[in-house]
């Protein structure tokens, strides 16, 4: 039985296998199977579905250098495509992005309690002098837990929760009460019921003024106030290191996954080392001798730059 001759056969055609695509000529055609067998121009002989001919490659060639970019004589390769999504792209966690952000969390902690410290100096001064002030007992007369409340300027509000506690004494005969836990707080910690059971309570009274007095007494009541600021600091701190950066990782291996690419780093623009190598110019950068060798040393070059690991 003779071959099928088919009016296609010799055709020249747009054939795309896998990831590439080829302008080729048709040399025989399989009607039961569906599949065209091509010669490409380089002599290669590619089968392939009907599917995957495009038998007006001329017509589609726009298309073909918008999807594709061309490898060899009639032979092109699919263009990567960069993902698309609505995901913000994040760059790899690496180790100093995450010291530099902790050093920044302990920073701003440092300084919040420098301004503490300022505007609160005066307090600050006596609290250190209550070190020196005279011991005396004195008894609960009144305790409650509160709630120091405020409203933003948005009409928002936020509030405390502390425990006041009322304390009885005398000193030199003279009966007098106070209610500070120590010059820096009014917050005697335990709960209104704590205080309530206790049948005496310490406090130092000012020789000076004996209606002032404290529970916590000289830089215990400064040292307790550090350690609150460091408490809090420390579950920041925490949080971002043991639930920020585990998700920050997550974040961006899911897009390089995705084929997301993390945004790139602008280098800074380093001093343009060719100024250094004209005639004009050798006095100002030391020549010896006019034997061109110099005291600046050579130049660096961008490729010898340290690049940054990632964390992962």
């Known amino acids: 039985m003779k071959e099928k001759v088919d009016r296609d056969i010799g055709r020249v055609v747009g054939f795309e296998v896998d990831e590439f695509m ?33 038998l007006d490659p001329e017509k589609r060639m726009d298309e073909l250098h918008a999807d594709y970019e061309p490898i060899g004589e009639g032979k092109f390769r699919a263009k990567q495509r960069k993902a698309t999504s609505n995901w913000v792209p994040v760059a790899d966690p690496s180790l100093r992005a995450i010291l530099g952000t902790s050093g920044g969390i302990i920073g701003v902690a440092f300084a919040i309690g420098v301004f503490i410290a300022v505007i609160s100096l005066g307090a600050l001064l006596t609290q250190i002098d209550s070190g020196d002030w005279v011991e005396t007992e004195g008894r609960v007369v009144d305790t409650y837990n509160a709630e120091d409340c405020s409203s933003d300027g948005e009409g928002g509000t936020s509030c405390t929760s502390y425990t006041s506690v009322t304390v009885a004494y005398t000193y030199e005969g003279q009966n007098y009460t106070t209610e500070d836990y120590s010059m820096l707080s009014n917050d005697w910690l335990n709960d209104a019921r704590y205080w309530y059971e206790v049948d005496s309570v310490t406090v130092y009274v000012n020789p000076d003024q ?34 920020g950066v585990p998700v920050w990782f997550v974040y961006a291996k899911i897009q390089r996954i995705s084929g997301i690419e993390a945004p790139e780093k602008k280098k800074k623009q380093g001093h343009d080392w060719s100024y250094w190598e004209t005639d004009d110019n050798r006095a100002e950068k030391g020549d010896v001798g006019g034997t061109g060798q110099s005291e600046v040393g050579d130049a660096p070059s961008a490729e010898e730059d340290p690049k940054e690991e990632k964390f992962w």
């Open 22 to 54: 080829y302008i080729a000529t048709i040399i025989s055609i399989d009607d039961d199977a569906e599949q065209f067998t091509v010669r490409t121009k380089d002599g290669q002989e590619l089968t392939g579905p009907f599917g995957a001919v495009f």
């Open 210 to 243: 004996p209606a002032q007095a404290v529970h916590l007494p000289g830089w215990d009541g400064v040292l307790e106030e550090a350690f609150t600021l460091m408490f809090f600091t420390g579950i920041i701190l925490g949080g971002y290191l043991i639930v």
